[in-house]
């Protein structure tokens, strides 16, 4: 079964901390998705990359930074974590070849910045 | 981009069929409608998608009117497992998907 997997499904950090939040896809998926999730805010793009060593920012950049230096790999970084990115992290990917086709995505980090 | 219109919540009995409404008046005559929905907690998943034509897989059924101004999710046989928040999206110009707040649905028994 094809999956995309995120690191931890529970994390809590403290202000100022540095916060990498891991996804890695087994389909051999050329895009990779950021998003967070708030309530009565919905699914918000905070970055995509459409291949190794791309990234494109998203709805809601600030604050965040992605590496992608393998296919399958895709990281989400808050370089310095504050109580306003407490929030649900969904991470998706998709096939290129296969764009009008639906996005995977991983069960969610729920990370609270206290 | 294909700003998509969903009521905030629905009922359905246990067993019956669900039947949840999109509209979808400014999508383009190229654009598909997608539908997910999110399990309280868990990460959204893809259900279906549709142009033109209805649609159906394992999942449900997508039922898109003729004018593609609108269109209906069908659950043929809900049951508790289905209640989740279903979402009807289309894609922006950057061919990104634009999430709405979709539409909750809970199954009673």
């Known amino acids: 079964d094809v999956k995309v997997t995120q690191s931890s499904r529970y994390l809590v950090k403290r202000t100022g901390e540095k916060v990498f939040l891991e996804c890695v896809q087994d389909m051999d998926h050329e895009n990779m998705f950021w998003y967070r999730q708030d309530p009565g805010l919905g699914l918000r793009l905070i970055y995509f990359s459409y291949d190794v060593k791309m990234k494109e920012k998203g709805d809601i950049p600030e604050g965040y930074s992605v590496s992608r230096e393998k296919k399958e790999r895709f990281s989400l970084i808050l370089e310095s974590a504050s109580t306003n990115q407490t929030s649900m992290y969904l991470c998706?990917?998709?096939?290129?070849?296969?764009?009008?086709?639906?996005?995977?995505f991983g069960s969610g980090t729920r990370l609270t910045v206290v | 981009d294909a700003k998509t219109t969903q009521p905030p919540s629905m009922d359905c009995a246990e067993g019956r069929a669900a039947n949840l409404p999109c509209n979808h008046s400014?999508?383009?005559?190229?654009?598909?409608v997608y539908w997910y929905r999110q399990i309280h907690s868990q990460g959204p998943q893809y259900i279906i998608h549709g142009l033109k034509n209805n649609e159906t897989n394992e999942m449900a059924s997508l039922i898109i009117t003729e004018d593609r101004k609108s269109s209906t999710l069908i659950l043929p046989h809900a049951t508790l497992r289905d209640t989740a928040v279903y979402y009807c999206?289309?894609?922006?110009?950057?061919?990104?998907?634009?999430w709405g707040a979709g539409t909750k649905l809970i199954i009673k028994p």
């Open positions: 998706a990917s998709s096939d290129t070849m296969d764009r009008d086709n639906g996005y995977t």
């Open positions: 400014t999508i383009s005559g190229n654009e598909y």
């Open positions: 999206i289309g894609r922006d110009s950057n061919y990104q998907l634009i």
